[in-house]
């Protein structure tokens, strides 16, 4: 059985929305960084994150306590890997290529292995409430599907952007007010927190790959033609500022608790 450990997870707040946001914006144009300006590939690009992915998970499920470095930069790489998993499943799988992506089965097969883990979590017993996972079996089912979310969430992203002509301010403008309303119904119903939670965070994987897109496709594309290089590097700045801003405030915390007991 499982040991409970420390609790190692961030507070689902405005700020925890934001960061995530920003992650996923960062795995669309670091993923697409290495597989495409770097000319690496699909594949291999997978094998790299996912490698990534793995390690810092492990290290993530080892840590006594939450650290704000170590679980964004998991959530970085789950984006990443998703971003190029997503693609090889719906531009280089099965004979899909980039001018002929089979989004709906790259959808099917991602949805399928999401139901999947759900079913294995509600089977394990462990909890799903995120704020109160505190096991290393708890946590693991965690990651696996926050990857698998990330992913189908790019595949929902690149099918807006690119097959329903809504191009990537349009896609992006969709993404907000869906989740405008799940944030109504976060408020105003009864309906479930947790469902919300997964819905939501499903969605700000599109967003985010619809904003990095925006931020690095061609002009005549419907993008900025800021490069995934530029990009990766701006994103990357933010997203440590906002870590060292969690840092701070933990210090903060823990000094007042202290004087409190003093």
Not at 188 to 208: D, E, I, N, Q, Y
């Amino acid at each position: 059985m499982d040991q409970p450990t420390t609790h190692k997870l961030p507070e689902i707040t405005a700020f925890f929305w934001v960061m995530k946001i920003l992650a996923t914006t960062l795995g669309e144009t670091g993923g697409d960084l290495l597989a495409q300006t770097l000319k690496v590939g699909y594949v291999v690009s997978s094998l790299v994150f996912v490698a990534a992915l793995i390690t810092s998970v492990v290290a993530q499920i080892k840590a006594r306590r939450f650290n704000p470095a170590l679980y964004w930069a998991v959530i970085v790489f789950t984006c990443t890997a998703g971003t190029t998993m997503s693609d090889y499943l719906n531009r280089g799988f099965g004979g899909a290529t980039p001018d002929a992506p089979q989004y709906a089965r790259g959808a099917l097969i991602l949805v399928a292995c999401l139901i999947t883990v759900f079913a294995i979590w509600a089977l394990s017993g462990q909890t799903f409430n995120v704020e109160r996972i505190t096991t290393p079996g708890g946590e693991l089912l965690y990651w696996t599907a926050i990857l698998f979310s990330n992913t189908l969430g790019t595949s929902f992203g690149d099918f807006l952007a690119d097959t329903s002509g809504l191009g990537f301010g349009g896609s992006a403008l969709v993404i907000i007010a869906i989740m405008a309303v799940i944030l109504g119904f976060h408020y105003r119903t009864r309906v479930s927190k947790t469902l919300l939670f997964w819905l939501a965070f499903v969605l700000t994987r599109p967003l985010g790959a619809t904003v990095g897109d925006l931020f690095t496709k061609p002009i005549v594309k419907g993008g900025l033609n800021l490069g995934t290089l530029g990009s990766s590097i701006v994103l990357t700045s933010i997203l440590a500022a906002g870590v060292a801003w969690s840092l701070w405030r933990r210090q903060e915390r823990n000094t007042v608790t202290a004087s409190a007991v003093s």
